[in-house]
Every structure is written in C-alpha cells, then in structure tokens.
C-alpha cells in the first residue's frame, strides 16, 4: 500500500514507471560478481513468490536477506 513510484531506465525505449517490485529487481545488475550472485538469487524468490501468489514480493525479498 506504500508503494513508490520508479523510474527504469533502459538503453532503447522510453523509461517506463511502475510500481512492480519484479520489475524493479529485474533491472538490478551489480559490478561485484559476487554481490551480484547474490542479488540474483534474491531476484529468483521475488519472481518465484510473485509467479506462485501473484503478491508479496516484498516479504520475500525481505526474508531472504
């Protein structure tokens, strides 16, 4: 419900807003390999929660920090 605005940026297109918090982690890519591991695997349960209760991605990016 307190969900922000945000603005993604891509290198073709125009930038898109939303509010999707998929959305928003796909679009995180780190320079450190390795913290980039880990941020993809927390892209990974943010998807997998979204695709299994269409909600909460929140939650699930939180509890698997």
């Known amino acids: ?8 940026d891509k290198s073709f297109g125009a930038p898109r807003i939303t509010k999707d918090g998929v959305s928003v982690a796909k679009e995180i890519e780190l320079e450190d390999k390795f913290e980039n591991m880990g941020a993809q695997m927390v892209k990974e349960v943010a ?11 929140t939650t699930a990016t ?3 920090q």
């Open 1 to 8: 419900p307190k969900g922000r605005n945000v603005v993604l």
């Open 47 to 57: 998807s997998r929660t979204n695709d299994e209760a269409g909600d909460g991605t």
């Open 62 to 64: 939180v509890l698997a």
